[in-house]
């Protein structure tokens, strides 16, 4: 067994989740700022996360898509608004809840997000080099535990971080 492929102990895994954190938070400001600057226009990451989020699962409610991105329904409302503004999604009667209708792709909405993911999967690419699967699923496996350490976080008010 080498020494990566042991056990951490109590002492030594906080340590080097603290690494991990230290490299997402750069990480996601730099991928923010170059979907924003790689999108058509008026297409802001938070109308990208909701376009991308329809494409994934379907009609869905805002408070649905907020609880999907930990983030307030009020920000997904904005998303959402400014998203319908372009025409990019439309509301449909919600048959489980008069009150909160389901937002879905429209055609147009259907056709940005596919530009934008091309877009993003053709810079993907580039990060192929040594990169196994089992790398990915590494990095998979150690951010949804991480994640899922903060599952208690109130999220009511939550806003994406500038």
Do not use: W
């Amino acid at each position: 067994m080498t020494d990566t492929d042991r056990h951490l102990s109590p002492d030594e895994l906080p340590q080097r989740l603290m690494e991990v954190f230290a490299l997402v938070g750069p990480l996601y400001r730099r991928v923010q700022r170059k979907i924003e600057q790689d999108a058509a226009q008026d297409l802001s990451v938070g109308v990208r996360a909701v376009l991308d989020l329809l494409r994934e699962h379907g009609p869905m409610t805002v408070p649905q898509m907020g609880r999907a991105q930990s983030l307030s329904r009020q920000f997904v409302q904005r998303m959402v608004n400014d998203a319908a503004a372009g025409r990019l999604v439309d509301s449909i009667p919600n048959p489980a809840h008069q009150r909160s209708s389901l937002i879905r792709l429209t055609d147009r909405g259907r056709a940005a997000i596919d530009a934008v993911t091309a877009r993003e999967h053709a810079l993907l690419r580039q990060a192929g080099g040594s990169l196994a699967g089992k790398d990915v699923d590494a990095c998979v496996r150690v951010l949804s535990r991480m994640l899922e350490l903060f599952d208690d976080v109130d999220l009511a008010d939550a806003e994406p971080p500038r």
